[in-house]
């Protein structure tokens, strides 16, 4: 996907259903922190792609302004 120049990195709400499952699927894997990653269908839904236990969101970051970096250090800090 990185290589596609159509793609839109956004910020975006999921559903407390979806963000249920993937609090399931980072404890089922047995990370304490993951990056998952999505892909969103034109009619709406959500598709999984991946869990990784070391993600890379510094594109991210810099495309949505969200402050990842912080959130995952403070998650860190506190465990």
Do not use: K, W
Request: net charge negative; charged share 20%; with cysteine.
């Amino acid at each position: 996907f990185v290589g596609d120049p159509d793609l839109r990195i956004t910020e975006a709400a999921i559903p407390d259903t979806l963000q249920a499952q993937c609090r399931q699927i980072r404890d089922c894997l047995g990370y304490h922190v993951s990056g998952m990653d999505f892909r969103r269908t034109p009619d709406g839904p959500f598709v999984f792609i991946e869990a990784n236990p070391s993600p890379q969101f510094g594109m991210y970051e810099a495309e949505t302004g969200q402050p990842i970096g912080q959130a995952i250090a403070e998650l860190l800090a506190t465990s």
